[in-house]
Structure formats: C-alpha cells, structure tokens
C-alpha cells in the first residue's frame, strides 16, 4: 500500500541519504514514516527492506556528523562486557555494548540521531554512553553473534547441550528406552547437537542425513540448493540415525517402515527452532530429513516475501473480503507455508475465530485453532472441515485440498460466508482451475468461490556486496522474454559473484509470484470448462503477468540473476 508522504520534510540524515544519491525523495519519505510507525531506527528499516546499501548508509551518516565509521569485522566479541545491557534493550535499539572503560560504555550504532537508545541504556547500567557509528549490516550480524555467546545452549557442544532440547512426539516403549543407553555416548550426542545448529547458524532449510553402501554424507539445503557438509564414517550410521529418533520420540526399533516425528531446539529463553523429522528405510540403511521450522519465518511481514506492489494489493483485497476461497500452489519448497501463515497472520485478530487443518501443523501461531490431520484415525482433512463448520468459524485454513470430498467442503465454506485459504500442487494460476475440474469439482462452484490463485517460486536473491554486472545481447533477452520496450528502456543484468558474505554470489530467497483475481470474464471462461492455455492467456490479457514475466521482473531489478530466473521458471 502507499503511503502518504506528502506532508513529509525530509532533515537530517533521510536528507542526506537523498543529497548522496542513496535514495530518492519519495523513497526516502516512506522510510522515513515507516521506520517512525515501527519504532525503528531509520538506517534500520533501509537495511532490513533492501532500500540501500549499508557501507554506503555508514559512510554518508559519517559524513554528516563528522565521525569515522569502526569496522565490527575486525572487532573481537571476547572484548565485549558480558551481562551488562539486557538482551531485551539490545534488540529494542539494535544497539552492541563494545567495551567499558572506567564508568563509560561505549556503544555501537548504526543512526547516531539514536538518542533513546543511549539514554535508556544510561538509565539501565548506570554507566555514561557515548555511541560509536557502525555499518549495519554487520551490526546485525554481531548482536546475534554477540547474544549468541551469551546463551549457554549456543556456547561450546557438549552433554550440557542436551537441556536445551525439548522433544515432542510419539510414545517410546521400553525396548527403546533400553537401546538408546547404546546410542547416548557423547560422542554422537555432541555430533549431531553440532549438525542441527550449524544448520540453523547457515540459514539451511532442511538437513539431510544419508547413508550409502561405502560412505555416510550429511548435506544441509540452503537458499534452495544442497550442499554437503560433512562425510562421518559409515560405522556411525546406525547410531546418528538412533540418536535422532531418540531425540524425536521415534521409536528405534522400527527401521522397516517411514516414521515421521518432531524435535523442539531452545536456542535461548525466547527463541526455539522447531524439527519436522521424516525416517525412510533405503537399501543401506534409514535416511533422515530434517525440515527446518523457524516461527519468525511467518512473522516477516508480507512486505518481505518478495511481492510486487500490484500483487501485493490483490493479495490484500482478497484477505480483507468476508468470504471466499484464496488458493496458493507450487511444487514442494516453494514457500507457499509461509504466504499462507503471513495472510494468517494479517487476519489473525481477536474478533476472529481461526482454525486450521494441517499435514502436520508447521509453525505455531498464537490465537489460531491448529489441527494435525491424523488418517490412522480417521482425522483428514474432510474431517477437519465438517468440525471446523459446526465451530463458528470465521477463517478455514487446509493445508493442501486432496481428493473431491475436501474441495468440495472447502468450496461450501467458501460459498456460505467463510474466508479459505489452502494449497494445491500445481504449476500455474491457470492449471489450479483446471485441476479442480478433473478433480470433480462442478466448474459452477470454482468460479464462484474461489477469489484469488497465487502461483509461486522461490529464487535466489543476489548478494548485494559482489553482485558483478554484465552485458548481453539484444537478440539473447529477447528470446528469454524480455520485451522491447523493456530493452530500450534499459537496465543492468547482474551475475553472481561470491564472497564472504554469501553462498556462492546468492543470499537469502525472493518469492517469485503470479497472482490472479478471478474476474467476471475469466469466471465465464471456467464455467465453460476452458483449458488452462486459454485461461492464461486471458489472465495475461487483464494484466496479470504469469512466473517468468515476474522473474524477469526481477532480474531487471537486480534481486536476482537471468541463471536463476531459468532455474526457476523454465518456459
């Protein structure tokens, strides 16, 4: 949405972001108010949004106030005081302790127009402050390390790590009580403690444990793309596979069939990572896949997800109608968990009743009703929804619509004043309608129930500290499907690069979206059974652009490269 910044002076540093060629004025004007409703520092909220550079932010804040910028990089964290700011102000200002001399502390900010934060911190400790200008970025990367340090569960690996771990899932009988005096030496305790936080520590996605006839291999996904990490010797596979089934509650006996299971890591008094753990008997042994579920991930904010700002919009004005059936699809690992719980969360209010039936629950959310769908006894998803209706309910959300009996109780919520969210395993907008169709559903009730289809990917971002420029021909961009007009307006393609701050030239993920409205005509289209080539090419026609156009969107923006659009959304 925008936001009004008429009424908006720019002083201070938002200015000189401007003078410096930073930001522009309106840019600058919406941070500016943004990161005054959010309570945040301005450099802050630029950083967090992609809006600048922070070296660059750094160097122009020096210049304004006539102070040098400290290089955190080359800061050692044993220097700073243990325990002497509370880790609840650290985050409120985003502002480090560095060092302490006599009665003053010396702290690091990335805004020095930050006041508050020296004065609260003043009033805290009792010490004098004096601030000490800092880059950002790795601002934020030293606080963690720094509260990190602090928190004994994060410190050196060893039996004492096993208090920090909280295990929920199915009974343990007493053969696996006694196997698992076997498996609890510290040794592979301290091994796989190690595996699961580095894997947090990287920002990987899922950890896979692998067992083959020769070798044993450990390999964490991250940003989308596996990478081995570790190769421990083959002797150990029966006994990292027991330790992990000890730590979910699987029982360890069992290695002829799938177990699926969950373990609960603290990482400090108010952060947890939770595990979703799935065994599966190969030819060498039990292979384990570790499916990595950060709660912060469904509190980004949509802003965060990657959605252009007409899509954002659709997305919006279908959460804020009454009813109706918002459908988000995409292969497995494409992040259609996380836009479902960011519209959970958009609605989740205390005016509303919320209930969700899920295969299995993924992340908690306060205030919502969530189910774990359990077929063994008679709990799917068809089964949530009949419950769900005799509840009161005000949003349904499914996690995945399975079979006709499901949609069509989905679609009857839809149509009798409920908001439903849910997913389907298709590859566009247009196929979703017509998979529903195959699936038995009358067309008659698809067009007039569901209100909005978001396709989506998820591409590599570009590392913003090496990204390298490129040149291409003209006749190459067209036939990867950049338009004309788009190629003499002109825009800079980039490759990636690599270095210390990456994986590879990439860091972190961007959502590559096509969102669509079902208007009046593509409604027509649906209830005469059209085919989903038809239906796309309708839904181009209003102006709604499929995944490769809003790839390439990307790419000319500089999130991420041409090579990456291809990896995602191949014609």
């Not at 289809?453 to 390298?468: D, P």
């Not at 041409?562 to 995602?568: D, G, I, M, T, Y």
Request: aromatic letters at 6%; proline letters at 4%; charged letters at 25%.
């Amino acid at each position: 949405m925008a936001t009004n910044n008429s009424n908006v002076t720019l002083t201070g540093l938002a200015r000189r972001f401007v003078e410096d060629g930073l930001l522009d004025e309106a840019t600058a004007k919406d941070a500016f108010i943004q990161a005054s409703q959010n309570k945040i520092p301005l450099i802050t909220y630029l950083v967090q949004n992609d809006l600048a550079n922070s070296g660059g932010l750094a160097f122009s804040a020096a210049m304004e106030f006539g102070v040098s910028v400290l290089d955190l990089s080359s800061f050692l964290p044993e220097m700073m005081p243990e325990k002497v700011v509370d880790e609840k102000l650290i985050r409120k200002h985003h502002a480090l302790p560095l060092y302490k001399r006599g009665n003053r502390l010396f702290i690091a900010v990335s805004d020095p127009t930050n006041i508050q934060a020296l004065d609260e911190i003043k009033f805290n400790t009792g010490l004098s402050t004096d601030a000490v200008l800092v880059d950002e970025a790795k601002l934020s990367t030293a606080i963690d390390k720094y509260l990190e340090s602090q928190d004994s569960t994060m410190g050196d690996l060893d039996d004492a790590d096993l208090e920090g771990v909280e295990t929920e899932g199915g009974d343990r009988d007493e053969d696996a009580v006694v196997a698992a005096t076997d498996v609890d030496d510290a040794p592979i305790v301290k091994y796989v403690n190690k595996m699961l936080l580095d894997a947090i520590r990287g920002g990987a996605s899922d950890v896979h444990f692998e067992p083959y006839e020769k070798t044993y291999r450990v390999r964490y996904r991250t940003d989308g793309i596996l990478k081995e990490m570790s190769r421990p010797s083959i002797k150990l596979a029966p006994k990292i596979s027991a330790r992990i089934k000890i730590m979910s509650q699987l029982d360890i006996s069992e290695r002829r069939v799938p177990q699926d299971g969950r373990i609960k890591m603290k990482l400090s008094k108010t952060k947890a990572i939770d595990f979703r753990v799935n065994t599966l008997p190969t030819l060498w042994g039990e292979k384990i896949v570790l499916r990595i579920l950060d709660p912060s991930q469904a509190k980004m904010g949509i802003d965060a997800l990657g959605y252009e700002e007409e899509q954002k919009k659709l997305f919006m004005d279908a959460l804020e109608q009454p009813q109706g059936m918002i459908l988000v699809t995409g292969p497995t690992g494409s992040g259609k968990t996380v836009s479902l719980y960011t519209g959970l969360n958009i609605l989740n209010t205390p005016e509303r009743n919320i209930s969700t039936a899920e295969d299995p629950a993924e992340i908690n959310l306060e205030g919502v009703n969530q189910v774990n769908v359990n077929n063994r006894v008679g709990l799917g998803f068809a089964e949530a929804l009949r419950a769900f209706l005799r509840q009161d309910p005000d949003i349904i959300m499914v996690g995945e619509i399975r079979d006709l009996e499901t949609a069509n109780i989905a679609i009857k919520a839809a149509q009798t004043g409920h908001m439903v969210l849910s997913t389907l395993h298709t590859n566009s907008a247009a196929e979703t309608l017509t998979r529903m169709m195959n699936m038995g559903v009358p067309a008659f009730n698809i067009a007039t129930s569901v209100s909005l289809i978001i396709a989506q990917r998820l591409g590599r971002r570009l590392c913003n500290s090496c990204k390298k420029s490129i040149d291409v021909p003209k006749d190459v961009l067209l036939a990867e499907g950049f338009t004309q007009e788009q190629i003499d307006t002109g825009f800079t393609l980039y490759r990636p690069k690599g270095c210390d701050k990456c994986n590879g030239g990439y860091k972190g993920r961007v959502g590559i979206y096509e969102v669509v409205k079902i208007t009046e005509e593509l409604a027509s289209m649906i209830m005469e059974e059209a085919s989903s080539i038809k239906i796309a090419k309708q839904a181009q026609a209003e102006g709604f652009p499929n995944l490769r156009q809003s790839a390439l969107k990307k790419v000319i923006e500089g999130v991420t490269s041409l090579e990456e659009a291809n990896r995602v959304t191949k014609d």
